[in-house]
């Protein structure tokens, strides 16, 4: 995973599955209060999560992701 910080809309990364709950193909995950783990998107209005990754496909542990949002 690269640095959340530096991710753009568009930008690729990688996060290992053991990290996302429950990795699905096509979903959009965002980064868990502890920072370590990934949780299923929602548009919730009250979301704070700066960075939101779909997952493009699953490969050995890896999920290969591309960031479709970045909140403000």
């Known amino acids: 995973m690269q640095d959340i910080k530096r991710l753009e809309v568009g ?16 979903k959009e995950y965002v980064r868990g209060l502890d920072s370590n783990s990934w949780l299923l998107f929602t ?3 009250a979301e704070d999560r700066p960075v939101v990754v779909r ?15 970045k909140l403000s």
């Open 11 to 26: 930008m690729t990364t990688e996060i290992g599955t053991h990290q996302v709950e429950n990795p699905e193909v096509g």
């Open 43 to 45: 548009d919730d209005p």
């Open 55 to 69: 997952i493009d496909s699953i490969k050995d542990e890896v999920c290969h992701c591309t960031v479709t949002r």
